[in-house]
């Protein structure tokens, strides 16, 4: 018996094709992964719920920030600003203007 991927490498023979297409082991496998069900693992879910929480997290240090920032007197455009200016590491302006002039050839600063 000979199932298909098998390889013959010499010598002779014959064959009868006893099933086709569905009725083939390859064909019951086939619809065997057609109708399984995928299920999450449980590291899986784990996973969804921290990305879900760092999510929630971030949202929520966003809107301190810029809570802060609006008490401070600040627009929330200028916060953006502000802080892409310093570098993105919330360093005083001063810093900006460092990074400016010893960053070397080819850089494009904003502001």
Do not use: C, N
Request: glycine letters at 16%; zero cysteines.
């Amino acid at each position: 018996m000979l199932f298909k991927g098998t390889a013959i490498t010499r010598g002779s023979g014959e064959g009868v094709v006893v099933s086709t297409g569905m009725q083939t082991e390859l064909g019951r496998i086939s619809g065997l992964v057609a109708t399984a069900t995928e299920e999450i693992t449980p590291f899986e879910r784990r996973l969804a719920r921290l990305a879900q929480r760092l999510v929630w997290v971030t949202l929520g240090i966003a809107a301190m920030v810029a809570g802060f920032g609006i008490l401070a007197g600040k627009h929330l455009f200028l916060i953006h600003r502000d802080r892409h200016r310093a570098g993105g590491r919330g360093h005083p302006r001063g810093a900006a203007d460092y990074r400016h002039h010893h960053a070397g050839p080819g850089y494009a600063a904003h502001g």
